[in-house]
């Protein structure tokens, strides 16, 4: 069973950068993969970002180039940190932890609870 829970979400302007902490507790077992997805009111669940065992890193085609992941193993965290922040980037970002790198959220078994981003134009 893994735990996750999300924090740093906030309100900022567009142009502007926010960082996203996803903080783990794994009691041992060590997930395959990581990720952050993101949830607009009244649209699906989007993959932003991947990061699996291996190394490889994956991006959403909306946020390459602006948006980047990395691990701290030693601390059981992940982070998720957000340049040139955009009103379409608004929404409820999730930190999830599966045993597939895939950007598709139906792969993903552990979820937190999610923090709020909203960009202002």
């Known amino acids: 069973q893994v735990q996750l829970v999300e924090s740093g979400g906030g309100s900022v302007q567009a142009g502007g950068s926010l960082r996203l902490t996803c903080a783990a507790s794994t009691y041992g077992y060590s997930p395959y993969c990581m990720g952050w997805f993101r949830q607009a009111p009244g649209k699906e669940r989007e993959g932003v970002a991947t990061?699996?065992?291996?190394?490889?890193?994956t991006y959403g085609d909306s946020v390459k180039g602006r948006f980047t992941i990395a691990e701290d193993t030693g601390r059981n965290k992940i982070y998720l940190q957000m340049n040139n922040l955009k009103p379409e980037d608004t929404g409820t970002y999730y930190c999830?932890?599966?045993?597939?790198?895939?950007?598709?959220?139906?792969?993903?078994?552990?979820w937190g609870p999610g923090t709020s981003v909203t960009v202002s134009s």
């Open positions: 999830a932890a599966g045993a597939m790198a895939s950007l598709k959220s139906k792969n993903y078994i552990n």
């Open positions: 990061a699996d065992s291996d190394g490889m890193i």
